[in-house]
């Protein structure tokens, strides 16, 4: 019979349980890791399941008019025996296994394990009856089989797969081999009887599967990590008999960290108050805590640069220990690894000798002398030597012995015969994590004596943060020049050394996001373009006018390169301008319309070379004056519209908006009279102008920068003015030039301040309406519209992305 915990903390000589052991009480339930991702993993194998059956219909037809073709001539007192067995067995094992795990006092998993299966039973149930009957087709029609009298899931094995997986089996193979037999026979009775199709039972699995994995992870699972006790009674079985034991670590957020415990043998090794062993527990469920980090390290990087990111319990018991042994016999210095254990089945035991002292993080900075550092780069070199990699060089892996001597531990992410990139990568990062408490000159000055300067120059290339911890970027949050301060002190020492960056990356996540964005826009564009019809659109069209369209069109990046270039000191290339408000427009498909063109600038101007601060202060400036010249325009063009066309004059403001105004005005008026919010917002416009008027005076007092920006904030809105008259005009359409002046003004204004990306929706309901309201027929207004924005928002997608791959690629945003 399987050791029980409680059967562990019992010592074969009938006292380790009476042995003292000082720990902090662990809590009677924990949601695990790997129960989220179980879940996730089991509702995306659903979901797979329902887009398979969605688009190979005829083929999952097939396969089932096959399988009841092949059982037609299988004997039907076979199939009847096997039905019989299914029925009784599938719900007769695992409630036969629920009762074995109550004798054994592991009620609450089978009470979890229980609500389980009842979700399970309810939600295919409600499948089976108000579902199928409420939408049949589509998917239904895959998942069911011979009409809407089948189910589209398998009622009676989908709360009992629910039930084995939240009750947990690991460890009891006779047990899961017996269940998973059963429900296997189960699963292949219902499609001899027609009862389910292979897509509903696939169906059922992970339906049954994420629900037992979710529940467990809701609920959170009976705590299988053995106590302090259980520790001490497998120490015991490896002939080191404790006197006491504690505690040693402080639990904290880390769950990737192990258990340390601190042991007093008997007879006494060590003399004084100190610790003879030290104890580190390696728990099951903490064995995929940190997994979705290193998963998506392992597919962003190089598969060089990073370890597994999936270890059973075994392989880190092996890998840790192996790791032990191959330091020590490197000559590096660290704690003797005296035995190694499992603890039950759900931990595993590392006993180390004790060294006392403190964590590297824990030292003083008074305390860390040159002779310290000089003596963790031997450590180091050994290590290096030996073709042995750590992985995981921070100041936690650094232990400063009483004796004044430099340890290395944490060993458990470490590799044997390492290649060079990951030894090179070791450096870096110990390089960095020495410099952040030392600084870059000690750092470089005590490895160069060490390792030489050649062995340093090697590590130039892989000073990056992604090659980094992700505790040591953090840190470098705060020290944000301390890897180019590293650079810089071994380039003096060696200046024919490499400096270009070394690509550890398969991809960056920028390139997530161009990915992203243009799948965006090929979702909402292919609708759109279909929805159009074309033929007729072509035919109608005066081409002319549509050439002259596309130009405007055109001509609007330029004016928008200009409008920056304005507001810049320094002298930017047009070209590049130009391509940059071209990736704007590609951006602002994922972003509202405010906010890409904003991105983009500021961005671009700090690769230019300009500070965060006067990047942001620039692009304020540019668009806070694009801001004026739009009111004032639609104020002057407004007042004009109204004064010499009947056929605008709805567009004038009635009396009711300009009550509401005056309103609004007031209510904003009385509100800023409160002392607080009079100091909330002259904070938040202070921190917004900060940087804007001082750019501002600086453009005043340059005519050239001053009629560059005017002047193309001016040509910005005249180009897109011109685009859209010459599309009204394309489709036989006629309106004054202040009418159409007024229209684009406003609808860009609603534009800008919906929160869709481009303002998509907004602006064409605004165009649509106020053109319809300015004289011209729904049709022509509509088709206006449509070509307006395939010109100015849906025909710059593709070159938008190319400017933004080509400046991403040359560095330039």
Same mark, same amino acid.
């Given at each position: 019979?399987?050791?029980?915990?409680?059967?562990?903390?019992?010592?074969?000589?009938?006292?380790?349980?009476?042995?003292?052991?000082?720990?902090?009480?662990?809590?009677?339930?924990?949601?695990?890791?790997?129960?989220?991702?179980?879940?996730?993993?089991?509702?995306?194998?659903?979901?797979?399941?329902?887009?398979?059956?969605?688009?190979?219909?005829?083929?999952?037809?097939?396969?089932? #008019?096959?399988?009841?073709?092949?059982?037609?001539?299988?004997?039907?007192?076979?199939?009847?025996?096997?039905?019989?067995?299914?029925?009784?067995?599938?719900?007769?094992?695992?409630?036969?296994?629920?009762?074995?795990?109550?004798?054994?006092?592991?009620?609450?998993?089978?009470?979890?394990?229980?609500?389980?299966?009842?979700?399970?039973?309810?939600?295919?149930?409600?499948?089976?009856?108000?579902?199928?009957?409420?939408?049949?087709?589509?998917?239904?029609?895959?998942?069911?089989?011979?009409? #809407?009298?089948?189910?589209?899931?398998?009622?009676?094995?989908?709360?009992?797969?629910?039930?084995?997986?939240?009750?947990?089996?690991?460890?009891?193979?006779?047990?899961?081999?017996?269940?998973?037999?059963?429900?296997?026979?189960?699963?292949?009775?219902?499609?001899?009887?027609?009862?389910?199709?292979?897509?509903?039972?696939?169906?059922?699995?992970?339906?049954?599967?994420?629900?037992?994995?979710?529940?467990?992870?809701?609920?959170?699972?009976?705590?299988?990590?053995?106590?302090?006790?259980?520790?001490?009674?497998?120490?015991?079985?490896?002939?080191?008999?404790?006197?006491?034991?504690?505690?040693?670590?402080?639990?904290?957020?880390?769950?990737?960290?192990?258990?340390?415990?601190?042991?007093?043998?008997?007879?006494?090794?060590?003399?004084?108050?100190?610790?003879?062993?030290?104890?580190?527990?390696?728990?099951?469920?903490?064995?995929?805590?940190?997994?979705?980090?290193?998963?998506?390290?392992?597919?962003?990087?190089?598969?060089?640069?990073?370890?597994?990111?999936?270890?059973?319990?075994?392989?880190?018991?092996?890998?840790?220990?192996?790791?032990?042994?191959?330091?020590?016999?490197?000559?590096?210095?660290?704690?003797?690894?005296?035995?190694?254990?499992?603890?039950?089945?759900?931990?595993?035991?590392?006993?180390?000798?004790?060294?006392?002292?403190?964590? =590297?993080?824990?030292?003083?900075?008074?305390?860390?002398?040159?002779?310290?550092?000089?003596?963790v780069w031997r450590q180091f070199r050994a290590l290096q030597a030996g073709r042995l990699a750590h992985r995981r060089l921070q100041e936690g892996a650094v232990l400063v012995g009483a004796d004044g001597h430099a340890y290395l531990t944490d060993l458990r992410a470490g590799e044997i015969a390492a290649g060079d990139l990951a030894l090179r990568l070791d450096l870096a990062q110990l390089l960095t994590t020495l410099a952040l408490r030392a600084g870059p000159e000690r750092a470089v000055g005590t490895a160069a004596a060490i390792l030489g300067e050649e062995a340093l120059a090697s590590a130039v290339p892989l000073l990056q943060r992604v090659a980094l911890s992700r505790e040591t970027r953090t840190a470098l949050r705060h020290n944000r020049d301390l890897l180019t301060r590293i650079r810089e002190q071994i380039v003096r020492r060696k200046p024919e050394t490499a400096v270009a960056p070394a690509r550890l990356e398969r991809f960056r996540p920028r390139t997530i996001f161009s990915v992203v964005a243009l799948s965006i826009a090929a979702y909402i564009v292919i609708p759109q373009v279909a929805s159009l019809d074309i033929g007729t659109m072509a035919s109608t069209a005066n081409w002319t006018w549509v050439l002259v369209a596309l130009g405007a069109a055109a001509?609007?990046?330029?004016?928008?390169?200009?409008?920056?270039?304005?507001?810049?000191?320094?002298?930017?290339?047009?070209?590049?301008?130009?391509?940059?408000?071209?990736?704007?427009?590609?951006?602002?498909?994922?972003?509202?319309?405010?906010?890409?063109?904003?991105?983009?600038?500021?961005?671009?101007?700090?690769?230019?070379?300009?500070?965060?601060?006067?990047?942001?202060?620039?692009?304020?400036?540019?668009?806070?004056?694009?801001?004026?010249?739009?009111?004032?325009?639609?104020?002057?063009?407004?007042?004009? #519209?109204?004064?010499?066309?009947?056929?605008?004059?709805?567009?004038?403001?009635?009396?009711?908006?300009?009550?509401?105004?005056?309103?609004?005005?007031?209510?904003?008026?009385?509100?800023?009279?409160?002392?607080?919010?009079?100091?909330?917002?002259?904070?938040?416009?202070?921190?917004?102008?900060?940087?804007?008027?001082?750019?501002?005076?600086?453009? =005043?007092?340059?005519?050239?920068?001053?009629?560059?920006?005017?002047?193309?904030?001016?040509?910005?809105?005249?180009?897109?003015?011109?685009?859209?008259?010459?599309?009204?005009?394309?489709?036989?359409?006629?309106?004054?030039?202040?009418?159409?002046?007024?229209?684009?003004?406003?609808?860009?204004?609603?534009?800008?301040?919906?929160?869709?990306?481009?303002?998509?929706?907004?602006?064409?309901?605004?165009?649509?309406?106020?053109?319809?309201?300015?004289?011209?027929?729904?049709?022509?207004?509509?088709?206006?519209?449509?070509?307006?924005?395939?010109?100015?928002?849906?025909?710059?997608?593709?070159?938008?992305?190319?400017?933004?791959?080509?400046?991403?690629?040359?560095?330039?945003?």
């Amino acid at each position: 019979m399987t050791q029980t915990h409680d059967d562990a903390a019992r010592s074969p000589h009938g006292d380790a349980a009476g042995v003292p052991v000082d720990e902090p009480a662990q809590p009677d339930r924990i949601r695990r890791t790997s129960d989220a991702i179980r879940f996730v993993a089991s509702v995306v194998g659903l979901a797979a399941v329902m887009l398979l059956v969605s688009i190979a219909q005829q083929t999952t037809h097939g396969l089932e #008019t096959d399988i009841a073709e092949g059982t037609a001539h299988a004997p039907r007192l076979l199939l009847s025996l096997a039905t019989l067995v299914s029925s009784f067995g599938v719900l007769a094992v695992p409630i036969a296994f629920g009762v074995e795990r109550v004798f054994h006092k592991d009620g609450t998993r089978v009470a979890i394990a229980l609500l389980a299966a009842a979700i399970a039973f309810g939600i295919t149930v409600s499948l089976d009856d108000l579902v199928v009957r409420a939408a049949p087709g589509g998917v239904l029609d895959s998942l069911i089989w011979g009409g #809407t009298e089948t189910a589209p899931v398998h009622t009676d094995i989908a709360p009992v797969i629910a039930f084995v997986t939240a009750v947990g089996m690991a460890g009891r193979l006779r047990w899961q081999a017996a269940t998973w037999a059963l429900i296997g026979l189960a699963a292949l009775t219902g499609l001899t009887a027609s009862y389910a199709s292979v897509a509903a039972l696939a169906a059922t699995y992970f339906l049954g599967r994420a629900i037992g994995h979710g529940t467990l992870y809701t609920v959170g699972t009976p705590n299988p990590r053995p106590s302090g006790r259980a520790v001490v009674a497998a120490l015991e079985r490896l002939g080191l008999r404790a006197r006491r034991a504690a505690r040693l670590d402080e639990p904290t957020g880390d769950a990737e960290e192990a258990r340390v415990y601190g042991a007093v043998l008997d007879p006494r090794r060590r003399a004084g108050d100190d610790w003879d062993v030290e104890l580190r527990v390696l728990d099951r469920d903490q064995q995929t805590a940190g997994l979705p980090y290193r998963a998506w390290r392992l597919l962003r990087l190089r598969a060089t640069t990073t370890g597994r990111a999936l270890r059973s319990l075994r392989r880190s018991l092996e890998q840790e220990s192996l790791m032990a042994y191959a330091t020590g016999a490197a000559g590096a210095r660290t704690p003797r690894l005296v035995a190694t254990s499992e603890v039950g089945t759900e931990a595993a035991l590392l006993v180390y000798e004790h060294v006392p002292g403190r964590r =590297l993080a824990d030292v003083p900075d008074s305390e860390i002398t040159d002779a310290l550092l000089t003596d963790v780069w031997r450590q180091f070199r050994a290590l290096q030597a030996g073709r042995l990699a750590h992985r995981r060089l921070q100041e936690g892996a650094v232990l400063v012995g009483a004796d004044g001597h430099a340890y290395l531990t944490d060993l458990r992410a470490g590799e044997i015969a390492a290649g060079d990139l990951a030894l090179r990568l070791d450096l870096a990062q110990l390089l960095t994590t020495l410099a952040l408490r030392a600084g870059p000159e000690r750092a470089v000055g005590t490895a160069a004596a060490i390792l030489g300067e050649e062995a340093l120059a090697s590590a130039v290339p892989l000073l990056q943060r992604v090659a980094l911890s992700r505790e040591t970027r953090t840190a470098l949050r705060h020290n944000r020049d301390l890897l180019t301060r590293i650079r810089e002190q071994i380039v003096r020492r060696k200046p024919e050394t490499a400096v270009a960056p070394a690509r550890l990356e398969r991809f960056r996540p920028r390139t997530i996001f161009s990915v992203v964005a243009l799948s965006i826009a090929a979702y909402i564009v292919i609708p759109q373009v279909a929805s159009l019809d074309i033929g007729t659109m072509a035919s109608t069209a005066n081409w002319t006018w549509v050439l002259v369209a596309l130009g405007a069109a055109a001509l609007t990046y330029v004016a928008a390169a200009f409008m920056l270039m304005g507001f810049v000191p320094e002298r930017l290339p047009l070209r590049r301008t130009v391509l940059a408000q071209l990736a704007a427009s590609f951006v602002k498909l994922v972003a509202p319309a405010a906010v890409g063109g904003v991105a983009v600038n500021t961005r671009y101007l700090q690769r230019s070379g300009m500070r965060p601060g006067a990047a942001v202060a620039t692009v304020g400036a540019s668009q806070l004056v694009g801001l004026v010249t739009h009111l004032l325009l639609l104020t002057l063009f407004g007042f004009l #519209t109204g004064s010499t066309s009947q056929a605008t004059q709805n567009l004038a403001p009635s009396r009711a908006v300009v009550i509401a105004v005056l309103s609004l005005g007031l209510l904003a008026g009385l509100t800023l009279t409160v002392p607080r919010v009079r100091r909330e917002a002259a904070t938040r416009l202070k921190s917004m102008f900060s940087g804007v008027v001082p750019r501002l005076v600086d453009v =005043l007092q340059s005519p050239t920068k001053l009629t560059t920006g005017l002047g193309g904030t001016l040509l910005l809105t005249l180009s897109f003015v011109l685009c859209l008259d010459a599309s009204i005009r394309a489709f036989g359409g006629s309106l004054p030039l202040t009418s159409v002046v007024v229209v684009y003004l406003t609808a860009n204004a609603v534009g800008s301040a919906a929160p869709t990306p481009g303002g998509l929706g907004a602006v064409e309901g605004a165009l649509t309406l106020a053109l319809t309201i300015s004289g011209l027929s729904a049709d022509t207004a509509t088709s206006a519209v449509l070509l307006y924005r395939l010109l100015t928002l849906w025909l710059p997608v593709l070159p938008g992305w190319g400017a933004f791959a080509y400046l991403q690629r040359k560095e330039a945003l």
